[in-house]
């Protein structure tokens, strides 16, 4: 069993177990102090950090991650709590802003009237500061904030929530936009998660358009199924706890809008989208016909080519994924090869793809019909799980390992294989 597939049972094995719960009861009377996020409760504020780590704040409590214990957040921003002695923070955010480093990925924290920024868990110079001198026009006391990019708004934005009034603070600009969203619960907190946006009331939580406000789906949903990892309670995200020593890769791709998908036995993970942490998903959820898994896949001109077995499935790159008419083709029909494809890669911009069989790299032009066999090369690796190319070159990944050439060409001609190195936690998301 692969890393991937290890969690998702981990998951599972989490929402079936029906024994008697943990006992956070316990330690809650040890300490009544101390909040316990699997009761059900209401956040103050929840932001990641730059590192893709998701903190939870209650009281002058905090959770890291998706599982462990509540914390003191002075443990972790001490100045939160020396300097204001309040005890919560109203709201919190990630700051978006890849034209300015100095800001982007840094954590702002909003207590009554001040706002405190932080990076690498340190206070910044000349902060707190008043929220008016930093985010003009932004009201005090807030509920919730939310980092909004652009592309999911229409410019870099910020989000401020308080009652029933979102205040849409654009970066560059410094100027605000209020809306009153009376449809939508009032957000106590408010996280962006893998590019949708998430107003939190109560324990539950139910996702918005950031810019419409509009919800569609079944919501509320229940916190705890999704967003911490509570006994009884669905699987609470996170790919952590499984070694890259085990890691197993089925295949990987680029797409043209620039997102990356792994592929692992029955999951699926986004690899682009690092900065809010690795979560592995059912290849169904998204590709609905890849029900046993891909062997291989490459993306060529807005489609993704899923292989598997002696099958083509061609997927148009869209949310949802959909199947192009006529597909599955055999490997024959589409691509004019036989046999069982391990690997399968296209460098950008490039017509030609790399199908790995075995021990032997074919190359196919994707421009020629019907297709065509240009080169046929042996190769020194045997037992290859997946290949990608990108700007840097190409990977050929074997079992926990992986292999980096400059270009395909040096890999045609290599005769012996490079030195391999070891899939890393920043890679993939294992632990090291
Ligand atoms: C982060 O903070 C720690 C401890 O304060 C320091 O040792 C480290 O150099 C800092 N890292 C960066 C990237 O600033
Ligand atoms: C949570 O959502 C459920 C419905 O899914 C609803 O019955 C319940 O009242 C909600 N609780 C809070 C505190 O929002
Ligand atoms: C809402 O969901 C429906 C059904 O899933 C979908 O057809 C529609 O496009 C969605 N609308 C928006 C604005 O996301």
Same mark, same amino acid.
């Given at each position: 069993?692969?890393?991937?597939?290890?969690?998702?049972?981990?998951?599972?094995?989490?929402?079936?177990?029906?024994?008697?719960?943990?006992?956070?009861?316990?330690?809650?009377?040890?300490?009544?102090?101390?909040?316990?996020?699997?009761?059900?409760?209401?956040?103050?504020?929840?932001?990641?950090?730059?590192?893709?780590?998701?903190?939870?704040?209650?009281?002058?409590?905090?959770?890291?991650?998706?599982?462990?214990?509540?914390?003191?957040?002075?443990?972790?921003?001490?100045?939160?709590?020396?300097?204001?002695?309040?005890?919560?923070?109203?709201?919190?955010?990630?700051?978006?802003?890849?034209?300015?480093?100095?800001?982007?990925?840094?954590?702002?924290?909003?207590?009554?009237?001040?706002?405190?920024?932080?990076?690498?868990?340190?206070?910044?110079?000349?902060?707190?500061?008043?929220?008016?001198?930093?985010?003009?026009?932004?009201?005090?006391?807030?509920?919730?904030?939310?980092? #909004?990019? !652009?592309?999911?708004?229409?410019?870099? +934005?910020?989000?401020? /929530?308080? %009652? *029933?009034?979102?205040?849409?603070?654009?970066?560059?600009?410094?100027?605000?936009?209020?809306?009153?969203?009376?449809?939508?619960?009032? #957000?106590? !907190?408010?996280?962006?998660?893998?590019? +949708?946006?998430?107003? /939190?009331? %109560? *324990?539950?939580?139910?996702?918005?358009?950031?810019?419409?406000?509009?919800?569609?789906?079944?919501?509320?949903?229940?916190?705890?199924?999704?967003?911490?990892?509570?006994?009884?309670?669905?699987?609470?995200?996170?790919?952590? %706890?499984?070694?890259?020593?085990?890691?197993?890769?089925?295949?990987?791709?680029?797409?043209?809008?620039?997102?990356?998908?792994?592929?692992?036995?029955?999951?699926?993970?986004?690899?682009?989208?690092?900065?809010?942490?690795?979560?592995?998903?059912?290849?169904?959820?998204?590709?609905?016909?890849?029900?046993?898994?891909?062997?291989?896949?490459?993306?060529?001109?807005?489609?993704?080519?899923?292989?598997?077995?002696?099958?083509?499935?061609?997927?148009?790159?869209?949310?949802?994924?959909?199947?192009?008419?006529?597909?599955?083709?055999?490997?024959?029909?589409?691509?004019?090869?036989?046999?069982?494809?391990?690997?399968?890669?296209?460098?950008?911009?490039?017509?030609?793809?790399?199908?790995?069989?075995?021990?032997?790299?074919?190359?196919?032009?994707?421009?020629?019909?019907?297709?065509?066999?240009?080169?046929?090369?042996?190769?020194?690796?045997?037992?290859?799980?997946?290949?990608?190319?990108?700007?840097?070159?190409?990977?050929?990944?074997?079992?926990?390992?992986?292999?980096?050439?400059?270009?395909?060409?040096?890999?045609?001609?290599?005769?012996?294989?490079?030195?391999?190195?070891?899939?890393?936690?920043?890679?993939?998301?294992?632990?090291?």
């Amino acid at each position: 069993m692969d890393l991937f597939a290890k969690t998702l049972f981990l998951c599972l094995a989490l929402a079936l177990a029906n024994g008697a719960p943990a006992h956070p009861q316990v330690s809650a009377a040890q300490d009544a102090a101390v909040p316990d996020r699997c009761a059900g409760i209401e956040f103050d504020a929840i932001t990641p950090d730059e590192n893709g780590i998701t903190f939870f704040f209650k009281g002058p409590h905090l959770w890291k991650g998706y599982h462990g214990p509540a914390q003191l957040s002075n443990e972790f921003f001490k100045e939160l709590d020396d300097i204001h002695h309040i005890g919560h923070v109203d709201a919190a955010f990630r700051m978006h802003n890849k034209e300015n480093p100095d800001i982007h990925d840094h954590i702002y924290f909003f207590l009554d009237d001040k706002v405190f920024r932080y990076y690498n868990q340190t206070l910044e110079e000349g902060y707190p500061k008043e929220i008016q001198e930093e985010f003009p026009g932004v009201p005090t006391h807030l509920d919730a904030a939310v980092e #909004c990019p !652009s592309g999911e708004c229409t410019t870099d +934005s910020v989000l401020f /929530f308080k %009652g *029933h009034d979102v205040h849409v603070y654009d970066i560059a600009t410094k100027t605000v936009k209020t809306k009153t969203w009376s449809h939508l619960p009032v #957000c106590t !907190s408010a996280l962006r998660w893998l590019e +949708s946006h998430y107003c /939190f009331h %109560g *324990h539950n939580f139910t996702r918005f358009n950031p810019v419409s406000g509009d919800v569609n789906g079944t919501y509320p949903k229940d916190a705890r199924n999704y967003f911490m990892r509570c006994p009884n309670f669905g699987h609470g995200g996170g790919s952590k %706890g499984s070694k890259c020593s085990e890691v197993k890769l089925s295949a990987i791709t680029t797409d043209d809008t620039g997102k990356t998908y792994m592929f692992a036995g029955p999951i699926y993970m986004r690899l682009d989208t690092h900065r809010d942490g690795f979560h592995p998903f059912s290849i169904t959820r998204a590709w609905k016909e890849m029900t046993n898994g891909v062997d291989a896949v490459f993306s060529y001109n807005n489609k993704n080519y899923l292989i598997k077995d002696d099958q083509v499935y061609i997927y148009k790159v869209a949310v949802p994924h959909v199947l192009v008419e006529g597909y599955p083709k055999t490997l024959k029909e589409e691509l004019g090869i036989e046999g069982r494809v391990d690997a399968a890669f296209l460098c950008p911009s490039e017509h030609t793809v790399h199908i790995i069989q075995g021990q032997r790299m074919v190359d196919i032009d994707l421009t020629a019909t019907p297709r065509v066999v240009t080169r046929d090369v042996p190769l020194p690796l045997s037992d290859i799980d997946a290949a990608h190319c990108g700007p840097d070159g190409v990977y050929i990944f074997k079992g926990s390992q992986y292999y980096h050439y400059e270009s395909p060409m040096i890999m045609a001609m290599s005769k012996i294989a490079p030195v391999p190195q070891d899939i890393t936690s920043e890679m993939m998301g294992c632990e090291d």
